[in-house]
């Protein structure tokens, strides 16, 4: 008789895990309490900021609350309307131009009215100015995942939607188990990206000045915007630690294990048997509540998400109340489509009268502007191009690389730039130089970080057998880089220019007018003309202004990267 070896008992978590994990949930309510709170608060013309330390930890709940409630409705925006217009060709004509446009409009385009209009909505609270923020934030976290998504539908392989439709799988069926997957690691990366594209202007957002009015909302933005106004050394030192404590948490317990979740969804044909995961990951799951909790969500997802039975012998499944369905769908379609010609239709007629109000005198000095930011921001593009695409190839091909840099990456990208540009800006200054010259590296820490996520995204991205073949070839050199590399990451590598080069045009309002203490340091160029116009309250200018960024903006998409992106998609695909 052979002895049976006793099986290893599973570890049992110790009690004060279990209670460390049950803290954790109640921290997160409370959080969501003191910010619901904050939402109610009565509206006041006046916000004292507090510059004290202590102040900081519930600033820094105030700010990462704002940006995450904009990411979730960036995430639902990316998928709803990048789904939309990669299955609808008609609507297609017209959602990309319009996602070009917007993309171009600069945030002091959208601020403005949309903080009086808000706060004139809810006038006896704090939640017109809290939407405000939000809705400033999601627009510059969404444009760039709405791209990387619609590029991930594009490249989803033509195999993998033939079974799809072979099992009969239904919309929600397709998006889990077939266009998510695919284009998770690429949105991922660009949802980190686009969240520091959000913190960029929190200082603008948490403290806006339109004319003699001050919107301000208590935060790390309007702390660090009062801490430089006042010139504060120590204060903003304070806020420059306490942002980079909510980076570096926000990095650890929820970018990277997303990152390292997402590897498993990586197209090769090496199949490792395993999923990697995070040290947090291992951590949480060693808890029973959190066990159980996962336990029920997923018989709970597999219940309501259960995918359709295979076809049976005429290949294709049953199909039973369609026609209905169809009907509604069509008709709520058709009063989508109405609803946002009657809104655009409106804006344009507003906006004509506003442009009445411009002379010639104004246009002239605004193309001239234009002109100057334009070699800047050709300059940033360029300048952040040479230094990302080999960072970006080096950490994508290398995941443990990626680990080790990954907190340090993310905590430079996700930094709000202007926070630190009067210290920047004394560097430039001690060097001899203006901010006629050094608004360019202030426009790079805009723009540098599309570009390095895209192609680190891109290069994960490239299958193991590729890598591999290239490996059998033996290329090296520059051969390695014309042949192999840059084939690989060039769709990536489009759509971080596309997005760098719109977030260049944004970073040029912060980069061109840096206000320190009571000194203004001022370069000519467009986004200085289009912050002087906002803190003027010139709406006539302002407009005129911002037309003219979108039309520039929009113009070079049309003419150079998106027929850059067409080249891409169809001769730089491993897999089509």
Known sequence: MIARQPTAEPERPKIWFEALVLVGLGALLLGGAEVASQWRQPLRQTVEIDLSAWALPKYALFSLARGWIAYFFSLLFTLLVASWAFYDERARRYVLPALDVLQSVPVLGFLPGLVL????????????????CVVMIFTGQVWNMAFSYYDSLRGVPADFRM??????????????????????????????????????????TEAFKLGDQDFRVPGIGSYMSVAIERGDVRAQFLGVAAM??????????????????SRKFKLDDFGTGTVDQSGLQRWLTRSRAVQALTVRFGLFFNRVLRPPAPPGRDGEPAATGELPQRQTGLWLYRLLI??????????????????????????????????ISFGRVLAAVALGTLWTVPVGVWIGLNPKLSSRLQPFIQFVASFPAPM?????????????????????????????????????????????????????????????????????????????????????????????????????????????????????????????????????????????????????????RFMT
């Open 420 to 572: 630190i540009y009067p210290w920047i800006l004394a560097v430039v200054l001690v060097l001899g130089s203006s901010l006629q010259w050094g608004a360019i590296p202030l426009i790079m820490m805009g723009t540098q970080w599309y570009l390095l996520f895209n192609v680190a995204a891109a290069a994960s991205a490239v299958p193991n057998d590729i890598i591999s073949c290239a490996a059998l070839l033996r290329l090296s050199g520059w051969q390695r880089w014309r042949q192999f590399l840059l084939p690989a990451v060039f769709p990536g590598l489009v759509t971080g220019w596309i997005t760098a080069a719109g977030g260049a045009w944004n970073a040029t309002i912060v980069s061109e007018y840096v206000q320190v203490g009571d000194k203004l340091y001022e370069a000519t160029g467009l986004g200085a003309f289009i912050s002087r116009a906002t803190n003027d309250g010139n709406f006539p200018r302002l407009s005129a202004a911002v037309l003219v960024m979108a039309v520039v903006v929009v113009g070079i998409n049309r003419a150079l990267w998106k027929p850059l992106q067409n080249l891409a998609n169809d001769r730089c």
């Open 163 to 204: 079974l799809g439709r072979l099992y009969g799988f239904k919309w929600w069926h397709r998006f889990l188990k077939v266009e998510l997957p695919f284009g998770a690691q690429g949105l991922l990366y660009n949802s980190m990206v686009s969240m520091a594209g959000g913190w960029f202007f929190l200082s603008i």
């Open 338 to 371: 109405v609803t946002l010609l009657t809104g655009l239709a409106w804006g344009a007629w507003r906006l004509i009268v506003l442009l009445g109000r411009v002379n010639l005198a104004d246009w002239g000095e605004i193309l001239r502007c234009t002109g």
């Open 117 to 132: 209009a808000l706060v004139s909505l809810f006038p006896t609270s704090n939640t017109g100015l809290e939407l405000a």
């Open 244 to 261: 980079g404590v909510v980076i570096v948490v926000a990095d650890r317990l929820i970018w990277w294990p997303l990152v390292v979740w």
